[in-house]
């Protein structure tokens, strides 16, 4: 079983520990379920159309929203997941120091979608709002919209 996969089970099974504590969330179990395995694959193909390593690129979108899944709050997930995912990653023993930061830094910088980050970071973000698009949540905040007509933009040109 690959490193992608190995990660993803161990969110899982840390999803399902917290679905049986329950516990009051801003989103639902279920949606951090799909929206890890999907940003996953869509980082995948991203990373691969640009370069970039895909396997990490595809770990660092699987986990990107952990500090929403822990805490069940929307507001300020990104810097909130940080440490508490670093230590995840670390515990897992199957990626490196270094890996390991530059998954946690992408985490933390995901919301600033007006922003532009490393490699890494641009892929967790343009998978976050492919994802926000495809499963149809209305996408509000100009910088989603740019970041969006950006992404579309450049799928004409290879179409
Ligand atoms: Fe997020």
Redesign the pocket.
């Known amino acids: 079983m690959n490193r992608t996969y190995k990660i993803q089970r161990k969110l899982m099974v840390q999803i399902a520990e917290l679905e049986r504590i329950g516990m009051q969330r801003d989103t639902s179990l279920n949606w951090e379920r799909i929206h890890s395995v999907s940003c996953s694959r869509s980082g995948y193909f991203l990373a691969l159309e640009r370069g970039v390593d895909a396997e990490l690129a595809a770990i660092a979108c699987s986990v990107?929203?952990y500090g929403?899944i822990i805490t069940g709050k929307q507001l300020g997930?990104?810097e909130a997941g940080y440490e508490p995912l670093r230590r995840f990653l670390m515990e897992s023993g199957h990626l490196g120091r270094e890996e390991v930061e530059s998954i946690a830094q992408a985490a933390r910088n995901?919301?600033r979608k007006g922003e532009t980050g490393t490699p890494i970071e641009e892929i967790v973000k343009d998978a976050?709002v492919l994802e926000c698009y495809w499963y149809g949540i209305a996408i509000e905040k100009d910088e989603y919209k740019r970041r969006l007509d950006r992404l579309q933009g450049r799928f004409r040109q290879i179409a």
């Open positions: 990107h929203d929403r997930h990104a995901h919301s976050d």
